[in-house]
C-alpha cells in the first residue's frame, strides 16, 4: 500500500525532526504557558518539538510517517486524531496543541476535545493579518496567504475555545533572528535559508503549494539575493534580534 496514500503528512515528513528542532526561547514561552501543569497530553505532537521536561507528558499524532520520527527518549506515544483523544474526560492538567490545529480533520471538533481531557489548553499557532506582511509571503509566495484563508488559526481557535465556555488569553510569541525551529517564518532574517529544498519541505505552508509556483518564487529569490536587491530592501529588518510574524500562544482555562 502506497504509505502517502493512507498517511497525508507522508509527503513533507522526510527531514522534518532534523529542520524542525525547537527553539529553546520559544519553548521558554510554551513551557511558562503550561503554568504549574504536572500532566500533558501533547496533541498533533508530531516528531515531538516542544514537549515540555519535568512534567508527565503523553503525546498524540495520527501520521506514522511523523510519529517515526521522535527521538530516542521522548514522551511515549499513541497514534490518534485530535477528533477522537482516547483519554477520559479531565485526565490531564493541560492539553498543548503545537503548529498543528490548521492540519485537523474538523478543529472545532479537537478544540472541543482538548476542553474535555483537560483544565487548560495551550495552543501555538498565528495570525495571518500579520504573517501576510512577512516579505516572504507579501512580496513572493502571496499564495501562502490565500491558503491560509481558510485554515484554522488564531481567530478560529480563540472563538471556538471561548464558544466552549473557556476563558482566553493570546501572547505573542517573538521569532529570534537565529530561530533553530523550522517552521515558515523562521529563517526572515536568513533568506538564504529558502533556497534549501529541505528547509521548504518541513514548512507546511511551504510544501503544500505548487511546486511551480514555488520554484518561480525561489528563483526570483536566488536572484535579488545574488544582486544585493533583498538586502536593500529588507536588510535593515533583518539586524534586529527579533520579530513578530504573528505567532500566537492561545492559553483557555
Known amino acids: 500500500m502506497d504509505t502517502e496514500s493512507t498517511d497525508p503528512y507522508a509527503h513533507f515528513a522526510p527531514g522534518y525532526g532534523r529542520h524542525r528542532r525547537p527553539d529553546p526561547r520559544i519553548a521558554a514561552c510554551v513551557d511558562e504557558a503550561l503554568g504549574d501543569a504536572r500532566r500533558v497530553l501533547n496533541v498533533g505532537a508530531g516528531a515531538g518539538s516542544y514537549e515540555p521536561a ?34 477520559a474526560d479531565r485526565v490531564v492538567d493541560a492539553a498543548l496543541a503545537v503548529l498543528t490545529v490548521h492540519h485537523w480533520r474538523d478543529p472545532a471538533a479537537g478544540l472541543a476535545e482538548l476542553v474535555r481531557v483537560s483544565r487548560r489548553q495551550v495552543v501555538l499557532t498565528w495570525d495571518p493579518d500579520v504573517m501576510r506582511r512577512f516579505w516572504l509571503v507579501a512580496d513572493y509566495l502571496p499564495g501562502i496567504a490565500d491558503a491560509e484563508a481558510g485554515l484554522a488559526t488564531l481567530d478560529v481557535v480563540v472563538a471556538t475555545l471561548a ?90 482555562r
Open 163 to 252: 464558544g466552549l465556555g473557556q476563558q482566553v488569553a493570546v501572547r505573542p510569541v517573538p521569532v529570534p533572528a537565529d530561530c533553530t525551529d523550522g517552521f515558515l517564518a523562521a529563517h526572515w532574517a536568513r533568506p538564504h535559508a529558502y533556497l534549501d529544498p529541505g528547509v521548504r519541505a518541513a514548512a507546511s505552508g511551504l510544501a503544500r503549494l505548487p511546486e511551480p509556483v514555488v520554484d518561480a518564487a525561489v528563483a526570483r529569490l536566488a536572484d535579488d539575493l545574488a544582486t544585493g536587491r533583498w538586502h536593500w530592501r529588507y536588510g535593515a529588518v533583518a539586524a534586529g534580534s527579533s520579530a513578530d510574524l504573528g505567532y500566537r500562544l492561545v492559553v483557555a
Open 54 to 87: 519535568g512534567r508527565v507528558v503523553l503525546a498524540c499524532d495520527p501520521s506514522p510517517a511523523m510519529l517515526a520520527q521522535r527521538p530516542a527518549g521522548a514522551a511515549p506515544a499513541i497514534r490518534a486524531e485530535a477528533e477522537a483523544l482516547p483519554v
